[in-house]
């Protein structure tokens, strides 16, 4: 358990607070970016019927929850992942962006489509989200240490006590 605190960390309920509100706010935005983006790219490359247009963003859906569930686990490397992902994302959409017609609703959603994940990107590498990553990343493994001891003292108990049960019947 280390509990070294550099000068720019906050220390507090707030700023765990603070970190959970970008934590969330990242998860909405990559949210809606995910179904955004896969929507209108799947629609200009293939003309699917809705119903699978609708599995596959089940699919992605269930996949992003997975991965930010292993964020809310404090792992690091799914923060890369949903990085990497963004960026799959955003070089998947750009020339489905210049297959459409350029009419102001057109480059409305484009914009929409393309300032999400971007921004998304620029909250997951910010200091507040990986602090607040590390923060249930030590809480996980705080919590990993203290079962590991419990399982110890339980052990330890379970074996006096079969050595007690024993003495007990050798004087039986």
């Not at 490359?45 to 992003?64: G, N, Q």
């Amino acid at each position: 358990m280390s509990n070294d605190i550099t000068k720019d960390e906050s220390v507090g309920l707030f700023s765990y607070a603070k970190g959970m509100i970008i934590f969330l706010m990242a998860s909405l935005l990559m949210t809606v970016s995910i179904a955004l983006i896969l929507s209108f790219s799947i629609h200009e490359y293939f003309s699917l019927s809705p119903e699978i247009m609708l599995v596959i963003l089940c699919f992605a859906t269930i996949y992003f929850f997975v991965v930010n569930f292993r964020v809310v686990r404090g792992s690091f490397r799914a923060v890369k992942i949903l990085k990497y992902t963004l960026y799959i994302l955003i070089f998947f959409f750009l020339p489905s962006m210049f297959m459409r017609s350029f009419e102001i609703t057109s480059i409305a959603v484009n914009f929409i489509c393309l300032t999400f994940p971007i921004l998304s990107i620029w909250i997951i590498q910010s200091s507040i989200y990986l602090a607040f990553v590390k923060k249930q990343h030590d809480a996980v493994q705080n919590w990993k240490n203290i079962q590991a001891e419990a399982d110890i003292v339980v052990a330890q108990q379970r074996k006096s006590a079969e050595v007690i049960d024993a003495s007990k019947d050798s004087i039986n």
